[in-house]
């Protein structure tokens, strides 16, 4: 969901914000090493135009051709961005990770002079030949700054 949609649901007749903040926070469950750790791009690696919008929407039934019919009645959950690689890009990964550890990391913020964004994911680590498939968390905030 967009930050208003989110704010709009959550404070109906608020009045309003000025600054959102979006965080997540990730812990595993598996012991180490994991098949599919979490890895962080360093935000100041990612150029401020990179990105392409991503909307998630949840429906209750297809039609008959979803590329030619109209599907009706869906809700849209979330929106995000996608990221292609680019060599310029500076990952971090956590591959040991205990589940007494957690991460936690601003995943956008509406306030760009900070960083703003941390492009995240999971990869198959090709380094570790016996991994343990990775059970994780993760659980996502907002807060709003009025």
Known sequence: MTAARVYAEHFP???GYRRVLATSLWRVFSPPPQDWPLALCDFRSVRDD???PNQLYFVDELPEDPLTEPVEEAKMI???SEFV???EHEWWYFPDMTRDEILFFVFNDSDHD???RVVHTAF???SVETATPRHSI????FAFFC
């Open 50 to 52: 990179e990105g392409l």
């Open 124 to 126: 198959r680590d090709p």
């Open 13 to 15: 007749g608020g009045s």
């Open 114 to 116: 900070r960083a703003w």
């Open 85 to 87: 690689y680019r060599p």
């Open 138 to 141: 993760e659980v996502r905030t």
């Open 78 to 80: 979330t929106s995000g």
